[in-house]
Structure formats: structure tokens, C-alpha cells
């Protein structure tokens, strides 16, 4: 295996991880709104019931002292009730943002592998700006980073075909979420450029691209980012990203193919530890049915077995078992029809497989039996933790190692300072004695 970084799996790396912390922030952010929100207007509901006086006009009235107090809280809840419509509205066009840099990273790495799609460039450089370059490939880059900025500004749609051609492959074809995309990067186009507001445009690049619309999505209607859709956009270019990396990269690098594939399946395997069993469900889809070649029958195996496991802690033991049974396991080692046995709940099975493989195994080790999910119900068993015991002569522990973060956002309260005429009476009393 290349110990350099890979520049294609590090693209995909970096964009995964930028969606990630978009995501959580949002979550982490709306819910602190929701508080402030909620603080606040319990604060004017108090002030209301008690600051306020009804006269004649039975409308309520408020003393000139308190109207600064009432001004701040009104504007407060103001701020905060439209904060609700416009972080997620940021949200979105930040995540297109970090989908359209990662599109540049990708072009960039096919320019890099393809270098004579530049003889294509029609880019001018002028005399007088050779002197403000230091060789060759300061000029060479020069030219790269023009191609992609010329490339990025125009549509979604326009990146894919380009490369299409330039690589002559597929790469929207049986692409179920493409109608998907393109309406939430169009719909990101509206709240960047018209506040919201459906435009003709906006129905037009919709209808060519069978995106289903609601019927009152009428010229001038304001869109907003519901919750749900929010999470939809995320999958979608989740998904995007990483079918769209490996397909490419097979493309480039068949003789790198034992990383892709290794890549591929820990991404798969993080998406089922951290319970995202919908988009873990169709990346393994994606590896085990629509990418044809792997490294080796092993790697498959693996995710044949996350495949099925992602079914299973899902809820769904029954397809869970049928992607298992569809499968001829009899060639495999016996790490492979452990995992097997387990998706099928076979315990005795299970633990005779266990004490064969004993510390042998290349896939299965002690770390896996702790933190491999494929054990998430198994390592409850007594016997299983006893199967354990005897193979690695040392306690099987079911509590997880987490980070543990104890913080309390409170703000401690004044200490009250004593009444100076105490003070006084002390001082005065003091002053008495003989």
C-alpha cells in the first residue's frame, strides 16, 4: 500500500468531515436558540403580568422606566425567531460551498492526471507577468487554477458532464438522488441571490430534471430549510461525494484499488457505530452491487457482512438474513462465517467459531470484539463474555470508553453584600465597651 496521502481519499476525507461539523453545529446551535428563545419569552410573560397596568381602554400600559427593559426583550425573541429561518438557510449554502470545493479538488486531480485536457485551455499569459512566476510549474498551476474557476462557475449540472467526458465514464446514470441535488443546490441559489423567493429559473432547472415540485411552489413563493429537508441535503451530498469519489478513483487508480476499497468499507463501518443505518444501507449497496471489482474476496466479505449487520441493528433481522443466506460461505475462513453465524443468531455456532479462531485471526481481534457493532447485542451474553475470558485470559468489559464532558452553562449568582448600617451599628457597639 502507498504510504504517501492519497490526494483523492483525502479530498473525501476533508469533505466528509466539513459536512459533519456543519451538521452538528446546526444542531447544536438551534437548540441553544431554542433555549434563549424560550428564557426570553418567559421573561416577557412575567413582565407583562406584572409591569404592566389595563386602564379605561382596557389596553395594557407600561411605566416609562420599564420600557427599555421591555424594548430588549421584545428584540431579543425578534432576533432569535429569525435566527430560526436564517442558520438553517447559512447551513444549506454552506454545504453546497464545501461540495463545490470538493468538485474542485476532484477536477484538479484529474487535470493533474490528465494534463493534456490543458492543451484544450485557451489561457493567455502576457509577457510582462512571466517575471511574477518562478518556473515552470508556477505557470502550469496558474493555468490549472484558472480551468477549475472557469469550470465552478457554471452550473451543477455542467461539472458532471465535463467530466463525463473527460473521463469518459457514467457517472448520473441510475443516480436516483440526482433530482435531489439539483433542486437543493438550485434551491441554495435562491436564498443567495433572491431571498428565498422562487424564481422561473428555479421551476425551469427543477422540471428538466424531473424534480418533483409542490404545487404551490409558485413564482415569488419563499422556500425555507425545514429540519427534515436539511437532514435530506446532508444525506444527499454524503452520498454524492462518496460514490462519486469512488468512481473516479477506480477510474484513476486500478492499481490502487486494495486503499479504495479499504476506504470505502471504514466508511461504511463508521456510518453503522454511529447508527446512520439509512446512508450506511445504500454506500454498501453501492460497494457490494454497483462497483464490480475489489482487492480481493475478503474485503467483499467484509462488506457483504456490514451490509447485512446494517440491516440488522435496524430493525430489519429478516432482509438482515437474506443478504447473508444469498451468499455461498463454505470457501471463507472462519472469521468470515463467524460474522456470519452472528447475523444469524447462532450463539452456539458463535462461540465454537470463537474458541477456533482463538488469537489467529487477521479481521478479528480483541479490539473487534469490544467495539466491532457486529458484537453490539452479542457481548451482553455471559457465555460470549466467558468464550472471551478463555481465549484472552482477562475480563470482557461492556462499558464503552467515551469522553465524558461535564459542563454546565450557569452563571453563578452575586454574592449579596451586607448592609453597610450593620457594619455601622458593629463599629458604633465596638466603640462603647469600656
Known amino acids: 500500500m502507498n504510504k504517501k496521502i492519497n490526494s483523492i481519499e483525502e479530498n473525501l476525507k476533508n469533505f466528509i468531515k466539513n459536512i459533519d461539523s456543519l451538521q452538528t453545529s446546526l444542531h447544536l446551535t438551534m437548540k441553544l436558540l431554542l433555549v434563549s428563545h424560550k428564557v426570553n419569552y418567559n421573561k416577557l410573560v412575567d413582565f407583562l403580568k406584572n409591569k404592566t397596568k389595563k386602564r379605561n381602554s382596557k389596553k395594557p400600559t407600561i411605566k416609562c422606566g420599564d420600557i427599555p427593559y421591555y424594548e430588549k426583550l421584545t428584540r431579543e425573541i425578534d432576533i432569535t425567531e429569525t435566527s430560526f429561518k436564517v442558520v438553517p438557510r447559512s447551513t444549506l449554502i454552506s454545504l453546497i460551498s464545501q461540495f463545490d470545493a470538493f ?17 484544450e485551455c485557451e489561457s493567455n499569459i502576457t509577457y510582462s507577468s512571466l517575471s511574477d512566476f518562478k518556473n515552470v510549474n508556477e505557470i502550469k498551476n496558474y493555468i490549472i487554477e484558472k480551468k477549475i474557476a472557469s469550470i465552478l462557475r457554471e452550473n ?5 458532464e465535463w467530466l463525463e467526458e473527460k473521463l469518459k465514464i457514467p457517472l448520473r446514470d441510475g443516480l436516483s438522488i440526482w433530482p435531489t441535488f439539483i433542486e437543493l443546490t438550485e434551491r441554495r441559489n435562491l436564498f443567495t441571490h433572491c431571498g428565498g423567493e422562487i424564481s422561473s429559473q ?6 428538466k430534471n424531473n424534480v418533483p415540485l409542490d404545487k404551490k411552489y ?12 436539511l437532514d435530506s441535503a446532508y444525506k444527499c451530498l454524503y452520498e454524492l461525494g462518496v460514490k462519486l469519489t469512488h468512481v473516479i478513483w477506480r477510474k484513476l487508480k486500478l492499481d490502487d484499488l486494495d486503499t479504495a476499497d479499504e476506504s470505502l468499507n471504514n466508511i461504511c463501518y463508521n456510518l453503522i457505530n454511529r447508527k446512520s443505518y439509512s ?17 480481493n474476496k475478503s474485503i467483499l466479505n467484509c462488506l457483504i457482512i456490514n451490509k447485512a449487520l446494517s440491516k440488522k441493528l435496524n430493525g430489519n433481522k ?5 443478504i447473508i443466506n444469498n451468499e455461498d460461505w463454505s470457501a471463507s475462513s472462519n472469521d468470515f462465517k463467524l460474522g456470519k453465524e452472528v447475523i444469524l443468531d447462532n450463539n452456539e455456532k458463535v462461540f465454537l467459531l470463537m474458541k ?9 481481534d480483541k479490539a473487534s ?6 458484537f453490539r447485542e452479542m457481548k451482553k451474553n455471559k457465555k460470549f463474555q466467558k468464550t472471551f475470558k478463555g481465549i484472552y485470559k482477562e475480563e470482557y468489559e461492556l462499558k464503552e470508553n467515551r469522553l465524558e464532558y461535564n459542563i454546565k452553562l450557569t452563571v453563578k449568582p452575586k454574592k449579596k453584600k451586607k448592609p453597610a448600617t450593620k457594619k455601622v451599628v458593629k463599629k458604633i457597639r465596638k466603640k462603647k465597651k469600656p
Open 103 to 119: 468538485m474542485g479538488s476532484i477536477i484538479k486531480i484529474v487535470l493533474l492526471r490528465y494534463p493534456e485536457i490543458l492543451n
Open 156 to 160: 451543477h449540472t455542467y461539472h458532471f
Open 202 to 207: 428555479y421551476i425551469t432547472v427543477c422540471k
Open 218 to 229: 409558485k413564482l415569488g413563493y419563499e422556500l425555507e430549510v425545514p429540519p427534515q429537508y
Open 279 to 295: 446512508l450506511a444501507d445504500i454506500l454498501l449497496e453501492f460497494a457490494t452491487n454497483t462497483l464490480k471489482k475489489h482487492t
Open 318 to 322: 429478516k432482509e438482515a438474513h437474506k
Open 356 to 364: 477456533k479462531i482463538g488469537k489467529t485471526s487477521k479481521f478479528v
Open 369 to 374: 470484539y469490544r467495539n466491532w457493532p457486529l
